[in-house]
């Protein structure tokens, strides 16, 4: 399985930015998804971004939750095994745990369950890191 390790995450007020990062090791299958979920106190996982591929270099797809879509980014970086996500404009109600996840994706019903951000897709997850926003 991949490695994942988070960091990034802290406090900021509302309205702020903040980058997070996961970097990866190990196999990654060539037709993947990779992903941020987050999970607040008492509610349940929700995917936030997805970036998913067929394994070109060139060739990627990008999707968000209708909550974050246009605040936020989620990108990768082949140079430094790294997926990112940059929060800009930050509300209190995206304060939670973000994890990355990763989904190898040779069955093509997990391809597409992953690219649904449905976390059951995910065979590797970070241990998360804690993003607080104040009012």
């Known amino acids: 399985q991949v490695q994942l390790v988070e960091s990034g995450g802290g406090s900021v007020q509302a309205g702020g930015s903040l980058r997070l990062s996961c970097t990866y090791s190990g196999n990654v299958y060539h037709r993947h998804c990779m992903a941020w979920f987050r999970q607040a106190p008492g509610k349940e996982r929700e995917g936030v971004a997805v970036y998913w591929t067929y394994g070109s270099d060139g060739d990627y797809t990008r999707d968000y939750i209708r909550a974050v879509e246009g605040r936020f980014t989620i990108s990768k970086d082949s140079e430094k095994n790294t997926l990112n996500l940059q929060m800009n404009r930050l509300k209190p109600e995206d304060t939670a745990m973000y994890f990355c996840?990763?989904?190898?994706?040779?069955?093509?019903?997990?391809?597409?369950?992953?690219?649904?951000?449905?976390?059951?897709?995910?065979?590797?997850w970070g241990q998360g890191t804690q993003v607080t926003v104040s009012s």
């Open positions: 996840a990763v989904a190898g994706a040779y069955d093509p019903e997990v391809f597409d369950r992953c690219r649904e951000l449905k976390g059951a897709a995910y065979d590797s």
